[in-house]
């Protein structure tokens, strides 16, 4: 996840983040390694060479003088029509751990995110996770309609290898007033299946934010989450993410990120 910064200091609200793909992405990269005859969990056959792309991503991480992964950039689950700025670079860190009622599985990425201009951003995931497959997947996001028109509109896709067909998505973002934002779209996944989605983010301090949302669909799940600024190039979110399928354990998400300002 990431906060997003502007020159002089933070925004009024702070762009969800690098946020992981969701259950559903990761539930595609398994049955990809199952068809390419891998156990999931073994040697990532989707991803693109962690030697080809750790380079760039060490510089991204150097550049925002904090931790380094990258799914779209949005709340904990869903997208949002946030970009980056200019000349801004995000780098996150990001933690799933069982509930304390739950013992699911841990899970650990590290995002990068990068302004393309001033409507496009790209960035790229890597899954740090012990016994991990190795690899990355990759991202982009394109603002059709900027925010200052009233109702921001982008257009993206995620989880984009060399064995997996990208996810795409349009996500919608209303700006109610100073301290509310409300955030709806769909995914199209692979198998051409619609799953909308709508999330909301609220200021209650200076510093401090609420996220909710939900994301359709049996492999996917809902979520909220704390979220607050630490600094201005720092932010920190905690937040329950609560599975559509019941029979699949709750999770705390942890994440820590550092946003480049602009240059």
């Not at 380079?55 to 950039?73: I, M, R, V």
């Not at 009622?101 to 001033?118: H, I, K």
């Not at 990355?136 to 509109?153: E, H, S």
């Not at 979220?227 to 019941?246: A, E, F, K, V």
Request: net charge negative; hydrophobic share 40%.
């Amino acid at each position: 996840m990431f906060a997003l910064l502007i020159e002089g200091g933070p925004v009024m609200t702070p762009l969800g983040l690098c946020s992981i793909a969701t259950t559903g992405a990761l539930a595609e990269r398994r049955r990809a390694d199952e068809a390419g005859g891998r156990r999931p969990g073994s040697k990532r056959g989707e991803g693109i060479s962690v030697s080809r792309v750790l380079p760039a991503a060490l510089l991204l991480a150097l550049l925002a003088s904090g931790p380094a992964q990258a799914a779209y950039s949005g709340l904990t689950v869903v997208p949002t029509a946030d970009v980056l700025a200019p000349g801004q670079a995000c780098v996150d860190y990001q933690v799933y751990t069982p509930t304390a009622f739950a013992s699911g599985p841990e899970a650990v990425y590290v995002n990068t995110q990068y302004a393309l201009g001033s409507r496009a951003e790209v960035g790229m995931d890597f899954d740090l996770t012990q016994d991990a497959p190795t690899g990355a997947v990759l991202n982009g996001k394109l603002a059709l309609l900027p925010l200052d028109t009233g109702i921001g509109l982008a257009a993206g896709i995620y989880n984009a290898g060399e064995n997996l067909r990208p996810i795409s998505y349009l996500a919608a973002t209303a700006e109610v007033s100073d301290r509310l934002r409300l955030h709806a779209g769909a995914h199209r996944t692979p198998d051409e299946e619609s799953q909308g989605f709508v999330g909301a983010e609220y200021q209650v301090g200076q510093r401090v934010w609420l996220w909710g949302e939900y994301l359709a669909g049996d492999e996917n799940a809902s979520a909220a989450t704390l979220y607050y600024q630490l600094s201005d190039h720092w932010g920190i979110s905690i937040g329950l993410q609560r599975p559509n399928d019941r029979e699949c354990d709750d999770s705390l998400v942890l994440d820590i990120g550092c946003v480049h300002p602009a240059w």
